[in-house]
Structure formats: C-alpha cells, structure tokens
C-alpha cells in the first residue's frame, strides 16, 4: 500500500490526507524592505480557527558564499532521507546561477551543493521531485542584481529573466534535459500532481503568461507542451504597451483535480480543473486587486477575456492594493489562502500604496465539487497594522501540512 507524508503527517494514501484535520495555524514570511521601516524580517503566526476569538490575527549567508559560491536562497524542501534541498537564484555577487544547496536535516548544518561539479543551470528558482521515477524539475528565476532595480521593458534584452526548465536525475544529482522556453517566458512556479504515480506537472512562465505541462515520454526521457495561456492586454497608462498575466504561483489540489494560479498583474486568481491533464478547463476566477481595475491609473483598450475593468475590492473597509502573489490550499482543498507581495523592490513600483500600508492574507472558499471561487469577506489579515509599521507578507504554510508540501511515499 502507497503511504503518504504531509510534513510530520502519515496518511496510508493521498486520499486519506485530504481529510486531515483542518488547518487551524499558519506560518508567513514577512520582510520591511522598501518599506522605509528599520525592522528585521519576520515571521507571523496567523490564527486560522473560524471558532477562536483571535480568527484572522497576527498571534549566516557567508558560509554559502564561501562554500558554495551561491548566494541567493529561495525554496526549500525536504529529500526523501530527511535532509533540505534549497534551490538557489544567484552567486555572491547578483548574478544568475541556478542549483541547490544541502542542510543537515537535523542539525541544520550546511552539507555544501547538491548537484554535480558539472555545472549549475545559468539560474532558478522553484523545484519538485518524483522518487519513484528517479527525477527533479527546476525552473529559471531573474537576475538578483537587477530585480533590484525593478522591472523595465529594456530587461528582456538583458538576459534578466530565465527561460530554461530543467530536468534533473534526483539519484545521481545530475542535469540530463533542458526546455528553453523563450525569452519572454520567466517559468517560475513548478508543481508535480500529487499522485506518487504521476510523471507529470505543470510549470507557469510568468511573463508569457503560458502554463506548460511536463511529462515523461518514453524511457527517461521527458517533454513539454503548452496546455494554458492568458493573453496580455493592451493598455495605456502603464510601462509598456501590453501588460502580460505575470503568473507567479502555481497550486495543484491534493487530489490532483484543480489547479490554481495566481496572477500578480492583472489581479485575479484562477481555477482549473484537471480531468484531462493536457487541456486543463477554467471553471473559476475572481480578482482581488491587480493593475487594471476600475478607476486606477491603467486603462485597457483591448482585452480578449474581460468585457470591462474589474472593480476595487474592498473587506472589512479595507481596499486591498497589489496583485495576488503566493498562494497556500488546504489539504481537503476548500480554503485559498493568498498574500499579495511579489517582490519589495517590484511591489513599490507598480503597487506603491501596497508597500505605504502594508500587504494583506486573504481566503477564498473554494467549491470543489463543481469549481469556482469566492472571496470570503470575515477573512482579512492586515499587515499594516504590525506594531513596527507596514510590512509584505509572502509564502503561507501550515505546520499540520498543506498543498505545497512534498507528499514522499
């Protein structure tokens, strides 16, 4: 029999763990910077029990550089023998370098990279694994020298951005298919379904705004193709002619029937159902702020999807700036939960009252059996009421295990 681990959770099979306990706590990062406050990074507690009375409230580098000659560290997750695998973005000095790095899963030492001395991919940023078909996937990322500055049109030029999905051997740590998927495509979020069987996932390109699935061919060999694309729309009043989706976060429900994205840009997060994994079918779709809403300075002149501008959201008297971001679901894949923070410097620059007063973490109900999505309006979980000042909160994870955790068996 199959059995399935979500964090210290053992379930017999990933059905079983979707009728988990529901998740009453959750865990997100927040940072000040950009934000003009002296406060160190943090991370919140969030209580997410409907029935408690505080439902909804906030309750060293060198050794990589030298030893690792990486210096930008991303997302981590745990190997099948208990260590963690942290992927990287950059070297020491900002540039592109993708790999990983190892930690002690007990001690937290630093065990050194991962990969072979045979080079790391030019960058990255997220990774997932399948033990039972011997293989890693890893997407691209973007410069960490020059996200700082913010996002300009000139950058597609630069070399800024990574286009390559890689293929990895999980058991020799060594690099054996690479997908370039353009210049404009920035893949950064990258899932595998959770089914232990499943030799194949879904990774979303940012800026193309195109969802590729992967999949295994024959043999060892894997290939891509293209199963979903948001159109950009053109506007006026923005950087650039066109506004790509810019897709930042990707989910796919325990049970392997939906999958989420959350699109940072234009504002809404969107519902797709997986009965036929190469043509996923949009069943849901609500927006809770973007760039083109109603009233804002953006006006949009063609739109293949819309009919008109989506209005301001509102909760609790608050109005929600910025673009939904990351993404958490709960295992029995009736809660969203989302933050909206992408990135300080990025934040600032297109959502400037976001970092003025802080970014937010909102739910919304999901109905599974049919599909759709509803903002739930007792939920909100300001950030810019910290006792510091306004803070960006970003990655949500639940201790009793959640949607994003690697499910080994």
């Known amino acids: 029999m199959d059995r399935c681990r979500v964090q210290c959770y053992e379930y017999p099979t990933c059905p079983d763990a979707v009728k988990a306990p529901r998740e009453e706590v959750a865990y997100v990062t927040c940072t000040y910077r950009e934000t003009c406050i002296d406060q160190p990074d943090f991370l919140a507690t969030i209580d997410l029990n409907p029935r408690s ?129 353009g210049e404009d495509s920035l893949p950064l979020s990258v899932k595998f379904l959770h089914n232990p069987d499943a030799a194949e996932g879904y990774v979303s390109c940012a800026l193309s705004g195109i969802v590729y699935r992967f999949y295994k061919c024959e043999a060892n060999n894997w290939a891509v193709e293209e199963v979903i694309r948001i159109p950009a729309k053109d506007v006026t009043g923005w950087i650039m002619p066109k506004m790509p989706a810019f897709t930042v976060d990707l989910i796919i429900s325990m049970d392997d029937r939906y999958l989420y994205l959350s699109n940072w840009l234009h504002g809404d997060i969107r519902q797709y159902e997986l009965s036929k994994t190469c043509k996923p079918r949009l069943v849901g779709q609500v927006f809770v702020g973007g760039s083109i809403l109603r009233g804002g300075p953006v006006a949009v002149c063609r739109d293949e999807e819309l009919k008109c501008q989506p209005e301001p959201l509102v909760i609790k008297c608050k109005r929600v700036h910025g673009g939904p971001s990351k993404m958490q679901l709960s295992v029995d894949g009736k809660r969203l939960y989302v933050t909206n923070s992408f990135y300080s410097t990025w934040d600032k620059q297109f959502y400037p009252n976001l970092v003025k007063e802080g970014s937010v973490m909102l739910q919304i109900d999901v109905d599974t059996e049919q599909g759709g999505l509803t903002v739930n309006k007792n939920f909100l979980v300001d950030f810019g009421k910290e006792p510091n000042g306004p803070c960006l909160a970003h990655d949500i994870h639940f201790p009793c295990g959640d949607s994003t955790t690697d499910i080994l068996a």
């Open 53 to 181: 009375p505080c439902y909804g409230q906030t309750i060293e580098p060198v050794d990589v550089f030298w030893k690792c000659n990486k210096g930008y560290l991303n997302i981590p997750r745990s190997l099948p023998n208990g260590d963690i695998l942290i992927a990287n973005l950059g070297d020491p000095s900002g540039n592109s370098k993708g790999g990983f790095i190892v930690l002690d899963g007990e001690t937290f030492e630093l065990k050194g990279n991962w990969e072979n001395e045979c080079g790391s991919p030019p960058s990255g940023y997220d990774f997932c694994y399948k033990p039972r078909h011997n293989v890693l996937v890893s997407s691209a990322g973007i410069a960490p020298k020059y996200v700082g500055y913010g996002f300009g049109p000139d950058d597609f030029k630069k070399g800024v951005f990574g286009r390559r999905l890689n293929v990895w051997n999980l058991s020799c740590h060594s690099l054996t298919q690479c997908f370039d998927l």
